[in-house]
């Protein structure tokens, strides 16, 4: 690491971490200026505005998450792009991808630009956005998906929460046919879920795996890779939970890219129903204990590209209505680098893997530009770990508006410390210590 900006006096210079990177951990400063990198290595020589010393902590880039539900506009009563963002910057996140399943959804110009202009200096942390794919607008997606602050489309396979839902082939191959980026799936078989919902049992949440069972999920994802084979396009299949298709996705890495939930890489059925009940639910479900071996597996062997939280929030009273009328989907945005870091603790992962998981990855997959990674020129976004600290998780943690978590209770080897936006720290020892400047993120496209 050297420094290749020449300067007389720096904004900030961080001494004393250890710098997390893909490629291993490297002793060493950091200059900001202008909320960018500046100089990286032994600036004992350099003068800086301030310098904050960080002996003990790990310093990594900026942690992304690639998969969040904010909720806004529409359904502000469960989330909205402030309060979201300030559950990611609490724990540890710099940047945000947002899905599209709003009211309205996000799925045409107005929308997209209503949502980027709601979080300008308003959200925590910096963000994007997916545009829904639809059977309607398939083919102004070009030049949807090239808008400011889109970080790609998203396509609803399977029916989940909001009305953006694409079971067909034709419609599939139709918005693969005319999108230039990589799409994002949710891959459920949706004829077989409407064939099998039966089979949900009426208060008795332990069926919601056997409804929306492993076929549910293999045989959308094997018909998805066909389709974008028969395309030429690039696909990225979210939150996938079952060993059938990791094996399928692993003999197809030339077109696809994975990602994994932190929720379907710690709960397991029929544990989780028994424990948590509806609180457990989501889409795709919380699976048998194969199922979350072989998602471990696949992330060890670089099958899995980036962890993604799928925070997906609903209140307290809804979900604890009686399933199956309780809806799907539970919060992880501040709790995705947690889990990651107490899985790490337990061997399951390295700092190295995780930081390739978080934030690395999304430049590949994504064309994100100016993030993901500490180098000279990039935005200064940091995420600042304790590795040897130990915390438990509780309700008066959780700053996402529906005020729980799945994971409260459970004590936490590994904790974010401090959370740096474009060089300024905006959490520091669990407090909002700055105001919401987020921007939208930029992509090489």
């Given at each position: 690491?050297?420094?290749?900006?020449?300067?007389?006096?720096?904004?900030l210079?961080?001494t004393?971490?250890?710098?997390a990177t893909?490629?291993g951990t490297?002793?060493?400063d950091?200059?900001i200026?202008?909320g960018?990198?500046?100089?990286?290595?032994d600036?004992?020589?350099?003068e800086?505005k301030?310098?904050?010393?960080?002996?003990?902590?790990?310093?990594?880039?900026?942690?992304i998450?690639?998969?969040?539900?904010?909720?806004?506009p529409?359904?502000?009563?469960?989330e909205?792009?402030?309060?979201?963002?300030?559950?990611?910057?609490m724990?540890?996140?710099?940047?945000v991808?947002?899905?599209p399943?709003?009211?309205?959804?996000?799925?045409?110009?107005?929308?997209i630009?209503?949502?980027?202009?709601?979080?300008?200096?308003r959200?925590?942390c910096?963000?994007a956005?997916?545009?829904g794919?639809?059977?309607?607008n398939?083919a102004?997606?070009p030049?949807?998906?090239?808008?400011?602050?889109?970080?790609?489309?998203?396509v609803?396979?399977?029916?989940?929460?909001g009305n953006?839902?694409?079971p067909?082939?034709?419609g599939v191959g139709?918005?693969?046919?005319?999108?230039n980026?990589?799409?994002?799936f949710?891959s459920e078989?949706?004829?077989?879920?409407?064939?099998?919902r039966?089979?949900?049992?009426?208060?008795?949440v332990?069926t919601?795996?056997?409804?929306?069972?492993?076929?549910a999920?293999?045989?959308?994802?094997?018909r998805?890779?066909?389709?974008?084979?028969e395309?030429?396009?690039h696909?990225?299949?979210?939150?996938v939970?079952?060993?059938?298709?990791?094996?399928?996705?692993?003999?197809?890495r030339?077109i696809v890219s994975?990602?994994?939930t932190?929720q379907?890489?710690?709960?397991?059925?029929?544990?989780?129903y028994?424990?948590i009940?509806t609180?457990?639910?989501?889409?795709?479900p919380?699976?048998?204990?194969?199922?979350r071996?072989?998602?471990w597996?696949?992330l060890e062997q670089?099958?899995?590209?980036?962890i993604?939280?799928d925070?997906?929030?609903?209140?307290?009273?809804?979900?604890?209505?009686?399933?199956p009328h309780?809806?799907?989907?539970m919060?992880?945005?501040?709790?995705?680098?947690?889990?990651m870091l107490?899985?790490?603790?337990?061997?399951k992962l390295?700092?190295?893997?995780?930081?390739?998981?978080?934030?690395l990855?999304a430049?590949?997959l994504?064309g994100?530009?100016?993030?993901g990674e500490?180098k000279?020129?990039?935005?200064?976004?940091?995420t600042?770990?304790?590795?040897?600290?130990?915390?438990?998780?509780t309700?008066?943690?959780?700053?996402?508006?529906?005020g729980?978590?799945?994971?409260?209770g459970?004590?936490?080897?590994?904790?974010?410390?401090?959370t740096?936006?474009?060089?300024?720290?905006v959490?520091?020892?669990?407090?909002?210590?700055?105001p919401?400047?987020?921007?939208?993120?930029?992509?090489?496209?």
């Amino acid at each position: 690491m050297s420094s290749d900006m020449t300067t007389d006096k720096y904004d900030l210079i961080i001494t004393g971490g250890t710098i997390a990177t893909a490629n291993g951990t490297l002793e060493g400063d950091i200059a900001i200026s202008d909320g960018r990198f500046a100089a990286l290595g032994d600036l004992s020589g350099a003068e800086a505005k301030e310098t904050l010393k960080v002996d003990g902590l790990s310093v990594l880039p900026g942690v992304i998450d690639t998969q969040v539900h904010f909720r806004e506009p529409g359904l502000e009563h469960k989330e909205d792009l402030k309060s979201g963002s300030l559950a990611a910057v609490m724990g540890g996140v710099t940047a945000v991808f947002e899905m599209p399943n709003t009211k309205p959804p996000t799925t045409n110009k107005e929308a997209i630009e209503d949502k980027v202009a709601r979080g300008r200096d308003r959200m925590h942390c910096d963000y994007a956005f997916y545009v829904g794919g639809t059977h309607e607008n398939a083919a102004e997606l070009p030049v949807l998906e090239r808008m400011e602050g889109v970080c790609g489309v998203k396509v609803f396979m399977g029916s989940s929460t909001g009305n953006l839902l694409v079971p067909d082939d034709d419609g599939v191959g139709d918005i693969l046919k005319h999108i230039n980026r990589r799409a994002a799936f949710h891959s459920e078989d949706e004829y077989r879920l409407r064939e099998r919902r039966p089979l949900a049992e009426t208060g008795k949440v332990e069926t919601h795996p056997v409804w929306r069972d492993a076929e549910a999920a293999i045989s959308s994802t094997r018909r998805l890779i066909k389709l974008a084979r028969e395309a030429n396009k690039h696909i990225h299949v979210l939150h996938v939970t079952t060993e059938e298709e990791m094996q399928m996705l692993a003999a197809n890495r030339d077109i696809v890219s994975v990602e994994v939930t932190p929720q379907h890489l710690t709960l397991v059925a029929p544990e989780a129903y028994e424990e948590i009940g509806t609180f457990a639910q989501m889409n795709p479900p919380i699976r048998e204990k194969h199922h979350r071996a072989a998602l471990w597996k696949a992330l060890e062997q670089g099958i899995v590209d980036v962890i993604g939280s799928d925070h997906a929030p609903h209140t307290h009273e809804e979900k604890a209505e009686a399933y199956p009328h309780s809806p799907a989907g539970m919060p992880g945005v501040q709790t995705l680098l947690p889990l990651m870091l107490d899985h790490m603790a337990a061997g399951k992962l390295s700092l190295e893997k995780l930081v390739t998981l978080t934030s690395l990855n999304a430049i590949k997959l994504f064309g994100l530009k100016e993030k993901g990674e500490i180098k000279v020129g990039n935005h200064a976004d940091l995420t600042f770990v304790d590795l040897k600290r130990s915390e438990t998780i509780t309700e008066d943690w959780i700053a996402a508006r529906c005020g729980w978590s799945p994971f409260t209770g459970r004590t936490i080897r590994g904790w974010p410390v401090g959370t740096m936006v474009r060089g300024t720290r905006v959490m520091w020892e669990g407090e909002l210590t700055a105001p919401s400047t987020g921007q939208p993120c930029t992509f090489d496209i």
